[in-house]
């Protein structure tokens, strides 16, 4: 199975920080990185797929870099509602597996 | 706008075999671009993948997993469905249902998800 680690596993930031979050993969998956965003008692929402991509209806302070074994997620101006956990997944190979998450909470 | 809902117990007897139903509004699950699967969460922790179904017949799952977990479809019922045999109180979490696109088999549009607990 393909390992996904994020760093850090939590943050503490101020509404109009900018955020960045990592994720690193055991192995090369190219650009299969997918990104998620989970509040509490609520399902996942797809953030940024294939890496960079961002999804329809996601505001543009996010965005997503990287390729191979290396990628970050970026927030550019924290928003209140931007508090949650973040979890990278790579769709590389089956099984698909996400990271641990980071938790972005408030200083 | 596409919904996913999860129906099923939510209370499974250890050794017994968990089933899960996701019933799909506004839109079909016949659908060649997308996967339809399950991805479940353990209380407190992250998310693992179970498994997709892809028109119906091809299957793919976690080999974790695989030993005793099967998704099929209904499509007269725009459903698909998940059974787990055998569960333990490992195999207790929230359980979503969602859809799979098939660029990069990003998750595009989740269930609100179900909580299963093992316990007898």
């Known amino acids: 199975d393909i390992q996904m680690t994020q760093s850090p596993s939590s943050l503490s930031a101020s509404v109009g920080d900018r955020v960045i979050i990592t994720c690193r993969a055991s192995?090369?998956?190219?650009?299969?990185l997918n990104w998620y965003q989970q509040k509490p008692g609520k399902a996942p929402n797809l953030l940024i797929y294939a890496a960079s991509s961002l999804q329809s209806g996601v505001p543009s302070r996010f965005s997503g870099s990287g390729s191979g074994t290396d990628f970050t997620l970026t927030i550019s101006s924290l928003q209140p509602e931007d508090f949650a956990t973040y979890y990278c997944?790579?769709?590389?190979?089956?099984?698909?597996?996400f990271g641990p998450g980071t938790k972005v909470d408030i200083k | 706008q596409l919904q996913l809902q999860e129906s099923g117990p939510g209370l499974v007897k250890p050794s017994e075999t968990l089933s899960l139903t996701c019933t799909v509004s506004g839109g079909s699950i016949n659908s060649g671009d997308y996967y339809w699967g399950w991805i479940r969460q353990p209380p407190g922790k992250g998310l693992e993948w179970i498994g997709n179904?892809?028109?119906?017949?091809?299957?793919y799952y976690n080999p974790s997993l695989k030993r005793r977990v099967s998704i099929s479809t209904d499509t007269s019922k725009n459903q698909f469905s998940l059974k787990l045999t055998s569960v333990t109180a490992a195999d207790t979490a929230m359980y979503y249902c969602?859809?799979?696109?098939?660029?990069?088999?990003?998750?595009?549009?989740w269930g609100q998800g179900t909580q299963v607990t093992v316990s007898s």
């Open positions: 997944q790579q769709t590389y190979n089956i099984p698909f597996t």
């Open positions: 179904i892809y028109y119906g017949e091809r299957t």
């Open positions: 969602a859809r799979t696109f098939s660029d990069r088999y990003q998750v595009d549009y």
């Open positions: 192995q090369n998956i190219n650009t299969y």
